[in-house]
């Protein structure tokens, strides 16, 4: 079983950068796609962006478009989520995930959640005005 740790989360003003970082163990990271959710209190976890596992394709939620960037390097088993210009109803738990199957890819649209069997446990993101 995969295990992912994320790591980067915190306090920053409205305005600000930070960058999340998704370390997978195991050695079969680079055949996975993964993808970036998030859960803001009271309200359901939401898709905010997700990467093929070459890197070649991204997709992203329309609220972060042109503000939050996914790549991943794969000789570090690591994906992450560069944030700029946040804002505070950014402010969320973020999770990576891993699709549940290898070289698999949502073509249109949002990637239901249910493709993704493992999950991190979440970095907390506070966006203050």
């Known amino acids: 079983q995969v295990q992912l740790v994320e790591s980067g989360g915190g306090v920053v003003q409205a305005g600000g950068s930070l960058r999340l970082s998704c370390a997978a163990s195991g050695r079969t990271f680079a055949t996975y796609a993964m993808g970036w959710f998030r859960q803001a209190p009271g309200k359901e976890r939401e898709f905010v962006a997700y990467i093929s596992w070459s890197g070649d394709s991204t997709r992203y939620a329309d609220s972060v478009k042109g503000r939050f960037t996914i790549s991943r390097d794969n000789a570090k088993n690591t994906v992450y989520l560069q944030m700029n210009s946040l804002k505070p109803e950014d402010t969320a738990v973020y999770y990576c995930?891993?699709?549940?199957?290898?070289?698999?890819?949502?073509?249109?649209?949002?990637?239901?959640?249910?493709?993704?069997?493992?999950w991190g446990q979440g970095t907390q993101v506070t966006v203050s005005s």
């Open positions: 995930a891993r699709e549940s199957a290898p070289y698999s890819w949502t073509w249109y649209g949002q990637p239901p959640q249910n493709r993704f069997g493992s």
